[in-house]
């Protein structure tokens, strides 16, 4: 089963009308490649009248509209084709027991493809966007360096410290470094990224991350995962990739909505769980600008810590939503061999890229 397959299965049985904005569910799906992780656009956006109106409320054309297809492009944007030639690694990487940390982070420019086929000349934290997670646990003592080897002034925040901005967080030009200590005192899903001026620019050009810190007592075991939403604004660039766009930025009229980086990375590669195994997914919403409303399909939240912090705690839950720079820990156990894909709701900004697959098997 491919992945168009798939998720209209998904779709006829949730009775979607298609992806907000009036995306046409009348039966256009339009020719593709048809092997798993390549995309296959779906049809015009104007909504449908008349006959075609009444075929698009059936369940049958229901579920040609496709939860992860990618609209067409329109001429002169980034147009996906094929596959990704990497995925970004989501699960979340053991923690050291060692209290004291050492982390370091170099600033730098790097090629990221951003959709199959589409490359960016990114500004990135150790040449991948997002750039690495961070794992630390509550209590521990950071002892960071942030090294800059860019093209220009970058500098650090992390949402998890309590360090004055004017002093640590302050931007270093190309070749300098900065050093400071911070402990992590709360637990949670942070974002860490640039603070350099413009923040938007710096942030959807690539300059952002998760940092995880554990709380002290620890979690119960699970298979933990971590997923960095967030947005790509694109124009094409000198030589031939494509560069940020600094005015469709503060337009907030992205080309992808990604979960770690790439649009539809995780259908092309799913996450992996079993039956009836607890699911720790820690969500950062590094935006720069729009808010996630990340739901699973077919699966209901168990439990739901707003950004990451097992004292708040919320049961049962359908969808959440993550605010620009803040995060959430979402845990869930899926009893029945299947996939299950984890969107954000906000379904302007699905068909863009914010889609993946849970493969329970």
Not at 133 to 149: A, M, P, S
Not at 176 to 202: D, R, S
Not at 225 to 249: I, Q
Not at 270 to 286: C, D, F, S, Y
Request: glycine share 12%; charged share 15%; proline share 8%.
């Amino acid at each position: 089963m491919n992945t168009t397959e798939v998720l209209r299965t998904a779709m006829g049985r949730r009775r979607f009308l298609g992806i907000a904005g009036g995306v046409a569910a009348a039966g256009a799906v339009t020719a593709a490649c048809g092997t798993a992780g390549e995309y296959e656009p779906i049809g015009p956006t104007k909504a449908p009248s008349g006959n075609a109106a009444q075929a698009a409320a059936s369940p049958t054309a229901m579920a040609s509209s496709d939860h992860g297809a990618m609209p067409p492009a329109g001429a002169g944007r980034p147009s996906p084709s094929g596959k990704l030639a990497s995925i970004y690694d989501a699960a979340l990487p053991p923690l050291d027991p060692n209290p004291n940390k050492v982390i370091v982070l170099e600033a730098k420019d790097a090629l990221i493809e951003a959709a199959a086929g589409v490359k960016v000349n990114a500004w990135s934290f150790g040449g991948t966007v997002p750039g690495p997670v961070v794992r630390v646990r509550q209590g521990d003592t950071i002892d960071f360096t942030l090294r800059n080897r860019g093209t220009m002034g970058h500098s650090i925040d992390f949402h998890a410290a309590q360090t004055p901005w004017n002093i640590n967080y302050k931007t270093i030009l190309p070749n300098e470094e900065i050093h400071f200590t911070w402990k992590a005192n709360y637990p949670g899903a942070f974002m860490y990224h640039c603070g350099t001026g413009p923040v938007l620019q710096h942030i959807a050009n690539g300059m952002y991350g998760a940092i995880i810190v554990d709380p002290a007592e620890g979690w119960r075991p699970a298979r933990e995962y971590v997923l960095v939403e967030s947005e790509w604004y694109l124009t094409k660039g000198a030589d031939g990739n494509w560069d940020g766009d600094f005015a469709r930025m503060q337009a907030a009229t992205p080309d992808f909505v990604v979960f770690n980086g790439a649009a539809l990375q995780y259908q092309q590669q799913p996450l992996a769980a079993a039956p009836g195994e607890l699911i720790r997914l820690h969500v950062v919403n590094a935006g720069p600008t729009l808010f996630s409303a990340f739901h699973t399909i077919g699966a209901i939240f168990d439990r739901v810590y707003p950004d990451g912090n097992p004292a708040n705690v919320l049961r049962g839950m359908q969808t959440y939503t993550i605010p620009p720079g803040g995060g959430a820990t979402f845990e869930l156990e899926i009893p029945d061999v299947g996939q299950y894909p984890f969107v954000t709701h906000s379904f302007a900004y699905t068909g863009l890229g914010a889609v993946g697959i849970i493969d329970v098997k």
